[in-house]
């Protein structure tokens, strides 16, 4: 198994999930543009590195958590120094960030013709699971490779689940993004409507956690961050809008017609240009609140 890893990008998942590999006796070194990142990596007690090619240098297998499979793969094949040339036959990458299941096929390709194997490992849970290290992770690739790295994922998640070939694990966490952020826009609307009609929000809340309107947003949502206008949740509206039109690109390139999928992206589109890019994914409630006033 590896014991020399590297991480690329640490940011609000990405360094919480280094510092959890740093707790569980790896060597890890890291890279992220972010000055500020590195040295809160580098105060953890992790080496931090100037360029992503010098921290893959020595690893046996880095970890990619970026914001998604295009700068993935900008910064393994495409950069002036490609993560790919630095790093070792034999070692593995372990791509974590929510990336495109298709782009993800094509990097494997590309690294195996260099010796270097590939599992596609997102993650799902959040900011506050990274950070105690119970994510749930979905690994797909080549069963080997992936039983190979399994106990540098079982530092970061309390939940593993193969879910077959190299690209399963993306197309997996597209989806289920775009499930969640299906669930979180009919959650908001329901209170917001319901708040017009006079029912008290905190309320519904409690009601919908008992009844069959449950899901992650009512449960872990609404209060914390929308009905108390926090909206800090630590997942990115542009993140999330991403991962929906992942599931969409997905659905039409398998000829599915999936229609609530397109108004669902659609949505989360028009929230981030009017929130803007540092918006916060729960943002989309104060989005649709803004509908209701024009
Ligand atoms: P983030 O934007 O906080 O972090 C991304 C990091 O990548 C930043 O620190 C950025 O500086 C760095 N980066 C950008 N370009 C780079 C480059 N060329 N080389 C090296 N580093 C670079 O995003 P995040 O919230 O940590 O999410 C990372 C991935 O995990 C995304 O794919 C996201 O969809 C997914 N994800 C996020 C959450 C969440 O709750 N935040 C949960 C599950 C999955």
New binding site residues.
Partial sequence: PPSRLAV???????LPMAKRLLGAGFAVAA????AA?RDAFAAAGGRSCGS?AEAAGEADAVIT????GT?VK??VLEDDAPVLEAMRRGSVLIEM???EPLTTRLLGERLAEAGIGLVDA???G??RKAEAGTLSIMVGGEPRTAKRVRPVLEAMGSALFDTGPLGSAHAMKALNNYVSAAGLIAACEAVQIGAAFGLDQNVMVDILNVSTGRNNTTENKLKAYMISEAYNS???LA?MA??IGIAVDLAEALRRPAPLSHHVVALAREALTMLGAQADHTEIDRYLKRLAEE
């Fill in positions: 690329i990008g640490l940011g609000k998942m990405g890279y992220d543009p972010v990142s992503a958590m970026l914001p998604d700068i900008r910064v960030s929510s990336s997102p993650v799902s959040g900011v630590g997942f990115g993140l991403k991962d």
